[in-house]
């Protein structure tokens, strides 16, 4: 082959390449700056029923949660008291706890009180929600003490 179509072939591969990181780089931002769905909108992912029936873990003592701490990440100390209305966790604005956190996805988790206990529910996040080692698959009872990973936050019930 001659010098210059060597130097076009390489030219053209180089181009292609730089394409190919400018869509990536292009995807990674509309997904990071995509717009809250709204609560009734169809997703691409499914997501857990609310009324699905959250697995049961033996409990290890009969206090009742008052608030949930952020005990590591960068809302570190942070303190939410506990009521009736559910608790949303994710960096979307309106999230009751707004995390900066490029691991969390916009709706992440969401904690809700059923029959006296918080149960705890992934809400189709891309890194997925943690109860100490164990991924989240279907809503789960979140006791005082354990720790919730979401992203790189870390939260706990207290009393």
């Not at 060597?6 to 869509?23: N, P």
């Not at 992934?122 to 943690?130: F, I, K, M, R, V």
Request: net charge positive; aromatic share 4%; proline share 9%.
């Amino acid at each position: 082959m001659s010098e210059l179509v060597l130097t076009l072939l390489r030219w053209g591969i180089l181009i292609a390449l730089w394409l190919l990181v400018l869509f990536a780089l292009g995807a990674l931002r509309r997904d990071l700056d995509a717009p809250p769905e709204p609560a009734g909108a169809l997703s691409p992912r499914p997501r857990p029923e609310p009324a699905a029936q959250p697995k049961r873990q033996p409990r290890t003592s009969r206090k009742r949660a008052n608030n949930l701490v952020v005990t590591s990440g960068q809302l570190s100390g942070t303190v939410i008291p506990l009521g009736t209305a559910p608790i949303t966790i994710g960096r979307a604005p309106d999230s009751t706890l707004v995390v900066d956190d490029e691991y969390a996805s916009a709706r992440h988790a969401r904690l809700f009180p059923h029959e006296g206990q918080w149960v705890v529910e992934d809400l189709g996040s891309t890194n997925g929600t943690w109860i100490g080692k164990t991924r989240l698959t279907s809503p789960t009872v979140l006791q005082m003490g354990q720790s919730l990973r979401v992203g790189q936050t870390v939260l706990e019930l207290r009393k």
